[in-house]
């Protein structure tokens, strides 16, 4: 059997792990995120993938991290949130450090691929996977295949425009998809149903310190699970606009299965069931055309690790 090994790039650890070719994580690493990125980030990488390869023969290394990657899966074109490494050329960096060959991935199709080959998505060619956190991530899977696109940035859904001079989004453009349907969003919905009916918020804010500020996602979702009218109008108004969002992409990409994944979907059906009533609401032709089922991903925080191994490996 042959090993590959993945490291997935965050913004506090680089985490790596030799996976088998059955997406078993079979020993990991990790290091601190240097907060100066550039060399010291690519630097700490190679540190990663020596120590790993020190226990197994591996043929090869997949770096999953956020940002633009080049359609050769070689260079960080743009990474908004890692410093220095605008333009790298990571590939040449690491396999003179490794002396191993080196496939880079955008974080979010990363994750997309593990789910596809070993999570929520197997044996389905043709998926929508959408990554619900602090923002929205996305991966599209067409006829088995990661799609990437022709500079290699596809699949930016978060930044798909659903509301027309809406809020102002971290890329510059307003009305974006994760300004109304994220984690981030879903803390601006409890916030505004809070000033809308404070009467009825005491026993949310009870779970924080008494206050907007102390207020928390966990908070929401623990509320929300216990019957909290606020904290369940704050999921059912993200739902809405996830599953109006999702409509959108079926008709464009028309997949068979939508995977869910990130932080927000541990609330489980008190998201995933309004986002389905959303999508078969929204979804052009009602009736006629046919809807993707939606489910919660399975892999978790070892789904960029292990999907970014596999990718090295093909």
């Known amino acids: 059997m042959t090993y590959t090994i993945g490291i997935d790039v965050g913004g506090t650890k680089v985490l790596g792990g030799v996976v088998d070719a059955s997406g078993k994580i079979l020993i990991d690493a990790r290091r601190d995120t240097p907060r100066e990125g550039g060399q010291a980030l690519t630097a700490a990488i190679a540190d990663v993938a020596r120590e790993l390869m020190a226990a197994y023969t591996v043929e090869s290394v997949g770096i999953s991290a956020a940002g633009f990657v080049s359609s050769d899966r070689k260079t960080m074109l743009a990474t908004p949130n890692i410093a220095g490494w605008n333009g790298v050329d990571l590939d040449a960096q690491l396999t ?3 002396g191993l060959p080196v496939v880079i991935e955008n974080d979010a199709n ?3 691929w593990g789910e596809a080959a070993f999570g929520a998505g197997r044996g389905h060619d043709h998926l929508l996977i959408v990554t619900v956190g602090t923002g929205i991530g996305g991966g599209i899977v067409v006829n088995g295949n990661l799609y990437r696109g022709g500079f290699g940035t596809a699949a930016e859904i978060g930044h798909m425009r659903v509301v027309p001079e809406g809020h102002l989004c971290g890329c510059g453009a307003r009305g974006c998809f994760e300004q109304y349907a994220s984690g981030s969003a879903l803390m601006r919905h409890a916030r505004e149903a809070i000033s809308a009916t404070p009467e ?3 026993n949310l804010l009870s779970l924080g310190n008494g206050t907007l500020d102390g207020l928390t996602g966990k908070h929401i979702t623990e509320a929300a699970q216990a019957g909290d009218a606020v904290a369940l ?5 993200t739902a809405h606009y996830l599953g109006a969002g999702i409509a959108s992409l079926s008709v464009i990409l028309d997949p068979t299965r ?3 994944g ?4 541990d609330a489980g059906e008190i998201l995933l069931e309004p986002t389905r009533q959303s999508l078969i609401r929204h979804m052009p032709f009602a009736g006629k055309h046919p809807y993707p089922d939606i489910v919660p991903a399975q892999l978790g925080n070892e789904a960029g690790l292990v999907g970014v191994a596999d990718l090295a490996r093909l």
């Open 96 to 98: 003179a450090l490794i």
């Open 233 to 237: 109008a704050a999921f059912n108004t």
């Open 200 to 202: 009825l918020a005491r």
């Open 110 to 112: 990363a994750a997309a």
């Open 262 to 265: 990130g932080g927000v979907v």
């Open 258 to 260: 939508i995977v869910i």
